[in-house]
Structure formats: structure tokens, C-alpha cells
């Protein structure tokens, strides 16, 4: 939306300066009255040539849309969120990994298995909890060692087909992080 409004603003700089440059006859003799040469800013205005009063009016309007764009930019606070990534190995029982239409991961294990190894890694001072619902765990708290790395073993029961886990990642003076991912037997 902001984008937008620059857009419209230097769009309506530009067509009034546009429009400077094509009636130049009538500028030219709105210069040449006398009354106007009284004042002092008046006069250095009406010695440029309509030409140069466009480029000013451009460049003037180009220069304060800059201003403006800088201080919303430095008004608005970046997000900073707290590190937390996921890796899935093949060797830990995963098999392939998809994604959802709504953009969570699904990641698919053998039929038979019944444990699968989440392995991950945070950032100091971090705390990474797991959720699953449907396996009975609420916001267990995992440790990290000391390179920032966890690791969490998943009991998967036999008559579960699909299990949704949620990893939560949290620091003080950061925006807290999430990760939503489904397990699902093949």
C-alpha cells in the first residue's frame, strides 16, 4: 500500500512538472510582469527557464519522497525472531518430506516405523519446546547442547497414520518461533 502512494504522489509531481513544460509561452509572460520581480525569491524562480523549474519541481518532489520513504523505513521495527531450524535425515527414519496447500511441511515415514529421531538447532539462551496433541505431549521442553543443537526421539504408536508436532522456540528480547509439520506413515 505505501508502495502505492509513493507511486501516486511522484506520478502527480511528475505530471505537474510535466505540465510546467508545455504551456512555456504563458510562464514566459507570467515572468515578465513586473509585480513579480519585487520579491526576491520571485525573481530567482522566474529567472530559470521552465525547463529548469520542472527539473527542480522533479527533483525536489523525487528528494522528499526519499526523505519519506527512509524515516517510515527507520520508524518501522524488524522483526527479529529467534532461530529455530529442522533437519530431517533419512538415517533418523524419514523417508520423503511435502508440503500442505497451506504451506506446512509433511513428512513422510515407512509404515512400520515406530520411532523417528527430530533433530534441530536454535540459538543461545533459546528454549525449544515440542507440541503434539496427538501423541500426549504438551510443551516439553527440550535441551539444546552446546553447539545450540537438540534432539528429541518421537515414539510413534502403530495405529497412528498421521501426527501433527509443533516446535516452539522462544528468547527473551526476540519475536518467539514456530514450526508446524505433520508425520505421516506411507
Known amino acids: 500500500m505505501g508502495k502505492f502512494i509513493a507511486l501516486v504522489i511522484l506520478g502527480g509531481f511528475l505530471a505537474v512538472g510535466l505540465k510546467k513544460l508545455r504551456i512555456t509561452n504563458e510562464t514566459e509572460d ?14 530567482w524562480w522566474s529567472g530559470l527557464s521552465p525547463r529548469n523549474q ?16 527512509s524515516v517510515i523505513c527507520l520508524l518501522t521495527p524488524v522483526e527479529n525472531s529467534t532461530l529455530l531450524g529442522l533437519n530431517f535425515n533419512p538415517s533418523n527414519g524419514f523417508v520423503n518430506a511435502d ?3 497451506s504451506g506446512e511441511m509433511i513428512v513422510c515415514i515407512a509404515n512400520n516405523t515406530t520411532q523417528c529421531l527430530i533433530n534441530g538447532s536454535s540459538e543461545v539462551n ?3 519446546t515440542i507440541t503434539s496433541s496427538d501423541l500426549g505431549i504438551y510443551n ?3 535441551p539444546l547442547d552446546a553447539e545450540n543443537n537438540f534432539a ?4 510413534i504408536p502403530k495405529n497412528v497414520s498421521i501426527i501433527k508436532i509443533t516446535l516452539y522456540a522462544t528468547k527473551s528480547a526476540k519475536k518467539d518461533r514456530y514450526i508446524n509439520f505433520f508425520i505421516k506413515k506411507q
Open 140 to 142: 516439553q521442553t527440550i
Open 152 to 155: 528429541y526421539n518421537i515414539n
Open 126 to 128: 533459546a528454549t525449544v
Open 54 to 69: 520542472t527539473i527542480a519541481i522533479c527533483s525536489a518532489s523525487l528528494l522528499s519522497i526519499i526523505l519519506i520513504i
Open 99 to 101: 508440503y500442505t496447500d
Open 30 to 43: 507570467f515572468h515578465e510582469l513586473p509585480e513579480n520581480e519585487s520579491e526576491d525569491h520571485r525573481k
